[in-house]
């Protein structure tokens, strides 16, 4: 991926995305998709689709007309175009921010946990804003990664603690710090915004299956990893093992995840 400004995320292989993502953004998708509402007969993008999530989630929630997903990744656009067996459902690669769609194309635009991977995530917005008709609406969700994501601070925090992150990642990324996707959307000029949270539970098996997703390359933990030697991979493999345990035999452990979600209408009146 050539990744200049449009994207961070490390994006090389989808199967193992499932692995490390996937599994647990499909819990994710309808929660966002309650929160962000969905009538029959809508015409929907997903912008940042990935493997398709939510791509593939909303039409069994709604009848709609058709779902677009779109996402930076060749990969992903085509492991999700390879799974997809419903004619409304189209797929393609495109940036979310000079989304290749005209003006008022879409009754509904959603985005989960991408827009802080897009260093311009204004532009994105205002993107979905763009393509998206008066009176309908614009959703995205990003993890709460400093205060709701436990299963990435563990790594992230004992790599910092032990000297090992060469380039440390901001804790807070471009979206979420409390309030501020609500504070973009209005500033942007869409009504009846609301910001909540929405949690899901990742439940593990042993700490293999906690830990194996990491060293797979995809995402920011693929990123870290991938830059650690052999010796600092397993100090910090010892490392994270004993806070996964936490002085209990290895085995089931389940931690809390959770999402903050924008969710506002585009406005009547012209966009500022
Ligand atoms: C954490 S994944 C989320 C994927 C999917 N929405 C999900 O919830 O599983 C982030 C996704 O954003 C995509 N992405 C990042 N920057 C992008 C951009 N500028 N335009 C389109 N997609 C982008 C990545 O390729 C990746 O698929």
């Known amino acids: 991926m050539s990744g200049t400004a449009t994207t961070t995320f490390n994006a090389q292989n989808a199967s193992a995305y499932e692995q490390m993502m996937g599994r647990w953004s499909r819990r994710l998708a309808p929660h966002l998709i309650r929160f962000g509402g969905l009538a029959d007969g809508d015409r929907v993008l997903d912008v940042g689709c990935g493997t398709g999530s939510l791509t593939f ?19 992903y656009v085509d492991f999700s175009r390879s799974r997809n067996t419903d004619p409304r459902i189209a797929i393609r690669q495109a940036d979310a921010c000079a989304l290749p769609f005209e003006d008022n194309s879409f009754d509904r635009a959603f985005s989960m946990l991408v827009l802080q991977f897009i260093p311009d995530s204004r532009s994105a917005v205002q993107q979905m804003q763009r393509v998206v ?74 700490f293999d299956d906690y830990w194996h997703p990491f060293t797979l ?56």
């Not at 309908?136 to 790594?155: E, I, Q, Y």
């Not at 994270?240 to 209408?265: E, H, K």
């Open 133 to 206: 008709r008066p009176g309908g609406t614009v959703t995205a969700a990003v993890w709460d990664s400093f205060g709701g994501l436990p299963f990435t601070r563990m790594l992230s925090d004992t790599a910092r603690i032990l000297g090992l992150n060469a380039k440390p990642r901001p804790l807070f990324r471009g979206l979420d710090a409390p309030g501020e996707m609500a504070a973009l959307w209005r500033e942007l000029g869409m009504v009846d915004v609301e910001q909540t949270e929405l949690l899901i539970r990742m439940e593990f098996a042993s």
């Open 217 to 272: 390359g995809e995402g920011p933990p693929g990123q870290l990893l991938g830059s650690l030697n052999e010796d600092d991979r397993e100090l910090l493999k010892g490392h994270v093992r004993q806070s996964y345990l936490a002085n209990r035999p290895d085995g089931p452990r389940s931690f809390a995840a959770i999402a903050w979600a924008c969710r506002g209408t585009v406005a009547e009146e012209p966009r500022p």
């Open 57 to 75: 989630t909303l039409p069994a929630a709604a009848n709609v007309a058709s779902v677009t997903g779109i996402d930076y990744a060749q990969a």
